[in-house]
């Protein structure tokens, strides 16, 4: 069964610009869940979609939006770019809500300049 | 709330020598306790979870943790570290109200040949 996958997995922007990286769950997981990791702050997280509803969300400026479709998959959204929102996005993903597991995806790594 | 504390930023091993990570953690609830891995430039992989069955669990590569209620810990452990032991390390907790993963602040292992 293939894994949790990302795209794209490098990203170059300038502040002031958006941006927009994709996350396709594992077959059959309906939650998913984005995290954003720092040096800095660490791994924290920015919210979760299941059935194609924001159900949590993070401590995060509303520049930070996502969307889930009704295959699961989901996207982040960061608009306005700031050098601060360097960092690596992961994307993990679980079956349901109450699965105890969420499986990570490798990461979108997205560098403001 | 629930919150983690790795106590060590930094390990440093032998090859072949035991491996010890500590990781205390605050919950009002019955805690899902998790170690997740990550290599350089990768997503994170599972290595194990306690979920309120047995307190020792047994999770991939020779790694395992110990549930311990009283001291409130949930240390991983390996026998004998390998050079594909280098990596960072995250203790996890899930409140089980929203399913939210708080992450400690990670341990890096560097092992020496």
């Known amino acids: 069964k293939a894994g949790v996958t990302q795209t794209p997995r490098y990203l170059i922007k300038t502040r002031g610009q958006q941006v927009t990286l994709s996350c396709s769950p594992i077959?059959?997981?309906?939650?998913v869940s984005w995290y954003q990791q720092t040096p800095g702050q660490g791994l924290q997280f920015l919210f979760e979609y299941f059935s194609e509803t924001q159900r949590n969300k993070g401590n995060f400026p509303g520049r930070f939006s996502g969307r889930q479709f009704s295959n699961s998959r989901s996207e982040m959204n960061v608009s306005t770019l700031e050098l601060g929102d360097s960092a690596l996005y992961l994307c993990?993903?679980?079956?349901?809500?109450?699965?105890?597991?969420?499986?990570f995806g490798p990461g979108t790594r997205l560098l403001v300049l | 709330a629930q919150s983690v504390t790795q106590l060590d930023s930094h390990v440093s091993v032998s090859e072949g020598t035991p491996v010890l990570l500590r990781c205390n953690y605050s919950?009002?609830?019955?805690?899902?306790l998790f170690w997740y891995v990550q290599h350089p430039n990768k997503g994170l992989q599972l290595l194990l979870k306690y979920t309120s069955a047995a307190t020792l669990v047994k999770g991939i590569n020779g790694f395992e943790a110990e549930f311990k209620k009283s001291e409130t810990s949930f240390h991983l452990t390996k026998p004998s570290a390998h050079m594909s032991d280098a990596a960072e390390y995250f203790c996890?907790?899930?409140?089980?109200?929203?399913?939210?993963?708080?992450f400690g602040a990670g341990t890096t292992v560097t092992v020496r040949a």
């Open positions: 919950s009002s609830y019955s805690p899902s």
């Open positions: 996890v907790v899930s409140d089980p109200n929203d399913y939210k993963l708080s």
């Open positions: 993990a993903s679980r079956r349901y809500r109450e699965a105890e597991t969420q499986y």
């Open positions: 077959s059959g997981h309906r939650s």
